[in-house]
T-cell receptor, first 110, second 112 residues
Framework: KAGVTQTPRYLIKTRGQQVTLSCSPISGHRSVSWYQQTPGQGLQFLFEYFSETQRNKGNFPGRFSGRQFSNSRSEMNVSTLELGDSALYLC?????????FGPGTRLLVL | EDKVVQSPLSLVVHEGDTVTLNCSYEVTNFRSLLWYKQEKKAPTFLFMLTSSGIEKKSGRLSSILDKKELSSILNITATQTGDSAIYLCAVERIQGAQKLVFGQGTRLTINP
């Protein structure tokens, strides 16, 4: 089975721009979660989608949003980028409790 | 506020040594505790612990959960340079906004 895939792998943006990241879960996995990882804060939960519905949401501002499609693929959008949004964004899919992570998208905001 | 604390934050040992990594938590609606290994890319799953006192083992790695002490340890015996990574501890909640609460990780470096 193919693993979780994320695109793009690397991205450079400037402040004020917006960005959309994509995640394709493992086939058959309906739950997709997004995390932000920074050296200072570690891994922080953004949100979780299940069957196209946002099931849980972390403590991030409204600039961070997401959605899930009928094929379980998920996208995450960040609007009005700030320097502090520079991070590794990880997506994880699961069918039971175990989450399998994708390789991440490394976002650099200049 | 829910939190997961790992110690030490950084550890450097020689190949062949045995290491013990610690994870303590204060999380409401506890479901399970998970350990991940993160090298350069995505975290890879190591163990999931739900019952106190039962050791999970995989090769040179083992882990045990102590629900009374709200903590877990990850042991690695006969360490190898390939064990160098960040080890993440996470607690899964039964309900709540945040499904997984992660610790900051322990950066383990194995010197030859």
């Amino acid at each position: 089975k193919a693993g979780v895939t994320q695109t793009p792998r690397y991205l450079i943006k400037t402040r004020g721009q917006q960005v959309t990241l994509s995640c394709s879960p493992i086939s058959g996995h309906r739950s997709v979660s997004w995390y932000q990882q920074t050296p200072g804060q570690g891994l922080q939960f953004l949100f979780e989608y299940f069957s196209e519905t946002q099931r849980n949401k972390g403590n991030f501002p409204g600039r961070f949003s997401g959605r899930q499609f009928s094929n379980s693929r998920s996208e995450m959008n960040v609007s009005t980028l700030e320097l502090g949004d520079s991070a590794l964004y990880l997506c994880a899919s699961s069918v039971t409790e175990t989450q399998y992570f994708g390789p991440g998208t490394r976002l650099l905001v200049l | 506020e829910d939190k997961v604390v790992q110690s030490p934050l950084s550890l450097v040992v020689h190949e062949g040594d045995t290491v013990t990594l610690n994870c303590s938590y204060e999380v409401t609606n506890f479901r399970s505790l998970l350990w991940y290994k993160q090298e350069k890319k995505a975290p890879t799953f190591l163990f999931m612990l739900t019952s106190s006192g039962i050791e999970k083992k995989s090769g040179r790695l083992s882990s045990i959960l102590d629900k009374k002490e709200l903590s877990s340890i990850l042991n690695i015996t006969a360490t190898q340079t390939g064990d160098s990574a960040i080890y993440l501890c996470a607690v899964e909640r039964i309900q709540g906004a945040q499904k997984l609460v992660f610790g900051q990780g322990t950066r383990l470096t194995i010197n030859p």
